[in-house]
């Protein structure tokens, strides 16, 4: 623990401007000291005119504290996940023991750009019945910065059901902690592998109200070759799988379904299984034509292009699949 104090505001910052409230920021972590000191650092140069507590979570590894010049108003504290070994227990030690009364999170290998938690509370000032925050941010891949603005100011259940929008990412939310706690609930430790628990959480969260969107990129996301899901295919199609057992409304978006569909698809494909991936495609195509993820694992199941070529491709976009 730093020695800086924290001194929360506690009452009113929803409705008085003048009031600005803690927040603490979860970075889960394992074994990647260099590019956490700079996710920590950004959190600590948060332009904000309050508190910040960052939390660290290591998850198998000993905690260390990381290297990063502290300022007054911002404390850094490490501890070891005791919940759930993967990154959803990681996420879930942190929240339970922040103080802020909002909690965002930040990825080890992210970092928060200067403005972000300004910009986000005055906006969930301006919407008092929003359940989150979330912002446009900088896909960066391979030196590369690609701007992703977020495509609509508002995300309703319907349209995270309908579309990912990446912008309401790990990296780029800020929810209130009350609400985490109760209405919302903790990310989901059952899922395989914690692939795409993010979404899952958004997707509880948008049924409890609103998500407003900052436009501009507020977060600078890293994607690279050693990123952690980049060749999970089981995982990610263990997960996808649970989504839609577990979020049945899917089925009643066929655009939606359709993409689910595709994905899981394509980590057929990528893992060399014909058949079940064309089953997977076809099924998807079906509901509809605009599943791009169907057509990739199409063309990966012939074994004229490897999984890994197509995702490279589509990174350098700023695309996933």
């Known amino acids: 623990m730093s020695e800086l ?25 394992k074994d990647r000291p260099q590019l956490l000191a700079r996710a920590v650092q950004s959190v600590i140069d948060q332009d904000y005119p309050a508190d910040i507590e960052c939390l660290v979570v290591y998850d198998g590894t000993e905690p260390v504290m990381p290297e990063v010049r502290l300022r007054e108003g911002r404390t850094v504290q490490v501890l070891v996940n ?8 990681n996420r879930n030690t942190g929240y339970l023991a922040a103080a802020g009364e909002l909690v965002g999170s930040c990825d080890d290998d992210d970092e928060w750009l200067p403005g ?27 030196g590369k ?15 995270l059901l309908n579309d990912r929008h990446l912008e309401a990412n790990a990296s780029t939310y800020l929810i209130p902690r009350a609400e985490l706690l109760t209405e919302i609930g903790l990310v989901d430790e059952q899922l395989p592998g ?5 979404y899952e959480l958004l997707l509880r969260a948008a049924r409890l109200g609103d998500i407003v969107c900052v436009k501009e990129p507020q977060s600078r996301v890293y994607l690279h070759d050693s990123s952690f899901f980049a060749s999970r295919w089981q995982t990610i199609s263990d997960a ?24 899981i698809a394509f980590a057929h494909a990528a893992l060399g299984r014909r058949m079940p991936a064309a089953r997977w495609a ?8 605009g599943a791009r993820q169907s057509y990739a694992a199409l063309v990966v199941a012939t074994g ?17 699949i």
């Open 194 to 198: 914690s692939y795409a628990e993010d």
């Open 282 to 289: 076809l099924r998807s195509l079906r509901k509809s034509r």
């Open 145 to 159: 910065d690609i701007p992703r603005l977020a495509e609509l100011p508002v995300l309703t259940f319907a349209d």
């Open 82 to 89: 005791n919940r759930t070994p993967g990154l959803a227990g």
């Open 5 to 29: 104090s924290l001194s929360p505001n506690t009452s009113g910052w929803r409705s008085d401007p003048a009031v600005w409230p803690l927040v603490t920021a979860v970075i889960p972590t």
């Open 304 to 320: 004229l292009v490897s999984a890994d070529r197509v995702l490279a491709t589509a990174r350098r976009f700023g695309r996933g």
């Open 240 to 263: 996808l799988a649970y989504l839609l057992e577990r979020v049945p409304e899917f089925r009643q978006d066929p655009a939606g379904l359709a993409r689910i569909e595709g994905q």
């Open 116 to 142: 972000k938690l300004r910009a986000q509370v005055e906006l969930l000032r301006e919407h008092p019945r929003a359940s989150a925050a979330a912002s446009g941010f900088l896909y960066h891949y391979r």
